[in-house]
């Protein structure tokens, strides 16, 4: 259980720094239209990955187990 919580705490934030490599790469690379769909998809990664990163931090208090 341990280590399927770290893992997913690792994952989330893979997930977070993916999302602002995305938007940061993009913003500045196309200028244009398609700096908005970018950063939209950026954007989604980082919610989804502070999502998993929430659920994975409630699942540690909730089982009492340290995180490392």
Do not use: C, E
């Not at 769909?37 to 208090?61: E, F, Q």
């Amino acid at each position: 259980m341990r280590s399927t919580i770290l893992t997913r705490i690792v994952n989330s934030t893979i997930w977070i720094v993916s999302g602002i490599v995305v938007i940061i790469v993009r913003a500045s690379v196309t200028q244009g239209g398609s700096v908005l769909v970018w950063t939209t998809i950026g954007g989604g990664m980082i919610v989804y990955g502070a999502g998993r990163l929430v659920w994975a931090l409630v699942k540690i208090s909730s089982t009492g187990a340290s995180p490392v």
